[in-house]
């Protein structure tokens, strides 16, 4: 008996002590709507990007990336400004002032996605409107370019000396070194060259192939596989930014050619013509 009156109490206390909570919380609300002004919040009239974005037609950087490497036609037109795009973009982008972009037209079967950088709200509210007006499908990069990095996606870049990223890219070889390689390779060494076409007739290596540097992802494709690849510019900068471009699209075996003498006649390379 003095069991169960223990046990009795023990639940009548906790159900006074949940009720005494319960009135609590409630008196808590009712003082803070009395006497605590509520803010009236209202949305900013401009809006964040990402409210902009809603309702206009959008894809993922993760769905882009799976699309690209699944190989579908995919019209990437990226909208930021040219300084920017030349700065990084997305592997086979191409740039498209917002101006010229009402004119744009895709090819058959393609994809369009529209890059914009999220920091530009302005240029991402009139390629908004103007797409509105196009009859063929498009989708915006959700999270604009700055999204696409977030996730760590590939991407295109410049080639910064000063970045350690960029300069982890690069596998160099000395001078000497290449001299002994294209001596003594059992199979010839595929010498590229990203010097502008003027630059390379005035002075190249004996034997390299000249793609320059603002076309070498277009043509990518003319770099041949299992190759040893040497990359050089018309000084160290170039030679770095070569070799950075390649790694970036996917050629991680090239080696870039170090220092700024490899053109003049006291290197000891053979130069042409």
Known sequence: MASSYRKN????????????????VGVYFISKNLFFDTPNIQPSASGTIADKQKGVPTIAPDILLQKIQSGEKIAM??????????GEHIKNAFSLSISSLGNFTPAKDETVVIVFSENDPEVFDTAKNIMREKSFAYFFLAGGFEGW?????????VGDPNSFLDQSKITYIKSEEYKKLASES???IF?????????????????????PLNLLEKRVGEIPAGRQIVVYGENSLA???????????GIFTARTLEGDTHLSPESGLPLEP
């Open 191 to 211: 010498i590229l060259d990203v010097q502008t076409e003027d630059s390379f007739k005035k002075k190249h290596l004996k034997g390299a192939v000249n793609i």
């Open 9 to 24: 109490t023990r639940d009548k206390q906790v159900l006074l002590i949940g009720a005494m909570l319960i009135i609590s």
């Open 186 to 188: 059992a199979a010839p």
């Open 149 to 157: 990095k977030a996730q760590s996606a590939p991407t295109v870049s």
């Open 239 to 249: 030679s770095f930014r070569g070799g950075v471009r390649l790694s970036d699209l």
């Open 77 to 86: 037109v990226d909208i930021r400004s040219e300084t920017s795009f030349k």
